[in-house]
């Protein structure tokens, strides 16, 4: 393969031209090291490097003007807003900062489309004023309507005052530069007659270039090389082939002049792959297995290159390679918001923004557990982080202030000051913070410095961003407040990256598609090939109107689409083989669905296409079922569990899945205890449980009346808020979803005191027998050579007309349904329908073994959301008394269950819940 650049050098040296004396343009910085290096190839004698420039720096030098940076330009034009718009109209900083940057970039085509901007802007306020001929004529305009056109007349004067104000200074963003650059090139053609500038490889150009080209070609101090196959020049409606047409149809030079060139590459033998896969991620892992195998076949990746149509796949990507892949030069940098430190920075702006007090407990736990700040909090053998966070989660505090923070720690105030206190909208504050934090990090860091040279690296750059926002700071007043601050911050780490090391020359190359310009490969991967990416579609930041811009030949989204697609093409023209890898799984909302590209070429006959779908191998697996067998640790741990006792809610655990009673109880493993932000059921229930065992103890032993229910309702406010301080710890109530869930518990017991005055009102007797009572009594199984006890806690047992009731609250809702039982066999078979059964009979099974029953005995349940069914009886084919046959059976059915958990031969297999 020849590449296009070296045809250009090639002809050049036919030419015999001296190299020495030429100036290259070339659209990128980039091409210019592979335009050195075809041409210490092709000329073999010694000679002195050519001048070689981008584009923007060439035109930078012919306009004396210097290109001033993005935040720089957007203070400058605050100046000239300042100047222009009415006191009473003026909007701060940081709103201004949100439109600004659409209107610069407006002014930016403009210029650089040589638009005469008194035609635009009267043009786009006369618009205005036609939409809105209803009221903008209306002598009894609001004051909205007279701000609203007074803005559209104002854009003239800004553009015109903003335009002086950066001349003045020598400086000018990239439209103002180029129309400079205009003005000036007739002093500039007289001043270099003797010089020849080699304009290579270009395709869309603004009127600005346009112009500046067509002068020095018609001076005859220029050469200028198209990079465009035969296939697309002749085709009218193709778009890769549309800016060269209309320069060959439209520039003077050419009526005399041959195009150079049109090359007849495109047509020839290629391998083109079109590979659809599920995901971005899908998409780079693909690609990585494809190299894999390239490298196999080719031994090395010299000539090959993979095009990011989207960027952000880089890293992804990186991480997707193969160990053997060889040299990688990587010529897009790593964006720094993409690294570590950035999320931590993001998260402190987040905190400073917020108009809260305290600082959101997840946010805390972030910093603090942040890989950059947790080694700082580190002291000898004491983990800082890790005290704060388990306070902070042992407590359930879900707001926590920076002055509690700091006091959970104090040998570390200074650093959990730097972090935690409150800038008070102050920007120098927050500044100053951040840089003290960097010191801080950088002082930890070079006590192993040879290990975290990247580290640091990040951390220098970060420096940077943040001296730059100092010098910002001094030089413009603007900055008031840390939304400012937050939004520069943003900005200027949006635009910088951290560059990666490598031979431009050798190995795999990866680009993004931009960066492709002017470079021809033999193999070519290009990822991303989708609609939205490329090309990448309509966009509307913009205050001009499309019908605006197609009159004054400004770009549409129909010229930024045909970039796009020449791009795409130029790099298949001289490849022989070509893979085109897209996501077959399209955005929901965007679509972004296979490129329209990949649809031509399909279509187009020019070449054989293998269209296939590959997807991630998914082994089958199949779901087994977890199996552990009762080793002489676990049988042990069984015996220590039996001789303290087995709870009926631990039993009914085992019911529901065996490897659940294994997790917890032979292995101890908790459940992770989040911060309840929202009161858990859980909590709810202890809350109403604890509520009621506080009204109902003073009676124990008497019977109760009306009045003395009556006498508690008062109390249900304090000792519910009580309770829930109790479980709740330092969660707060007063608001939101808790401060419902507060009224609802203090809503349950009021509705159950009433429950009981409507029962003693119709003249029942209730005699209160015990509340929360602890209880522990032994099973005796012969079969087992250990003592087993059944421990539990009976909430309430009291006598309702003389029959012993033994109840068990629940909080949440109970079925009549799900206490009945009529075979004795199911009882230990299906949890959801004989959990609550198997429960309340153990409680009964406890209390007769302790005193056997004399007198009639019911058992059951009241749920609190179902208070309308009262007490939920237990019920065996519609026996409701507990008698003592009742309880044999149970007891079978309790000390089967108990051997099966204890016999060695039986292990604890998993049951699909």
Known sequence: MTSFIEEVIIDIHEK??????????????????????????????????????????????????????????????????????????????DQFYKWAQILLQDFNEIDRYLVAPQNIFDYLTAIKEIEHHHWSVDENQTDYIKNYLAFWKRLKQYYELLNDQLISKRKGYQGLVYREAVNNLEQFTAANQEKTFVFVGFNALNKAEETIIQELLQQDIAIIYWDLDQRFFKDSIHDAGMFIRQHKANWPYFRKNPINWLSNNYSKPKNIDIIGTPKNIGQVKYIGELLQRLKHKKSSLKNTAVVLGNESLLMPLLNSMPEDIGPINITMGLPLNAIPLASLFEKLFAIQKSTSKTLYYKDVITILSHQFIKPLLLDNDIDHADIIIDHI????????????????????????????????????????????????IKAFLDKDKSKQLLSLEYLYRFNEIFNTLGLMLTKHEHIESINTLHGLYRELIKNETLDFKGEPLQGLQIMGMLESRVLDFETVIIASVNEGVLP?????????????????????????????????????QRANTVFLVYNTEPDVLQGNEKSRFITQLEIDD????????V???????????????????????????????????SLTNYIRNPIDFYKQKILGIKEFDDVEETVAANTLGTTIHNTLEDFYTPYIGKELTSKNVEAMKPKIHDTVLKHFKNEYKKGDTTKGKNLIIFEIAKRYVSNFLDLEIDALQLGNTIKIISVEEDNKVKIDIPELDFPVYLTGKVDRIDEFNCTTRIIDYKSGKVEASKVKISQWEDLTTDYDKYSKPFQILAYAYMLNSKKPFTAPVEAGIISFKNLGSGFLKFTENKNTLISQETLENYTVELKNLILEICNPNIDFIEKEV
């Open 16 to 93: 015999s031209l001296n190299v020495s004396e030429l100036t290259f343009v070339l659209p990128s910085k980039r091409a210019g090291v592979f335009l050195k290096h075809e041409l210490s190839k092709v000329f073999k004698s010694t000679f002195f490097a050519p001048e070689i420039l981008s584009t923007e720096t060439f035109v930078e030098t012919l306009s004396n003007l210097q290109y001033i940076n993005n935040t720089e330009l957007i203070f400058e034009f605050y100046d000239v807003y300042l100047k222009v718009t009415p006191k009473e109209n003026v909007e701060p900083f």
């Open 393 to 440: 989660q042992n407590n359930n505090i879900a707001n926590i202030t920076a002055e509690g923070i700091t006091e959970l720690a104090p040998s570390k105030t200074e650093l959990l000051e730097l972090l935690f206190n409150n800038w008070n909208n102050n920007p120098r504050r927050g500044l100053s913070n951040c840089s003290k934090l960097i010191m801080s």
């Open 536 to 572: 990448a579609g309509k966009s509307n930041n913009s205050f001009i109107p499309f019908d605006v811009k197609i009159e004054n030949n400004l770009p549409t989204y129909k010229e930024k689409d045909a970039v796009y697609t020449y791009h795409f093409y130029r790099l298949l």
């Open 606 to 613: 020019t070449h054989n296409i293998n269209h296939y779908i």
């Open 615 to 649: 997807s991630p191998k998914v082994p089958a697996i199949q779901q087994s079922l977890t199996q552990i067998k009762k080793t002489d640790e676990v049988l042990s741990r069984i015996k220590e569990i039996a001789e303290k006792g087995f709870s009926p809610s």
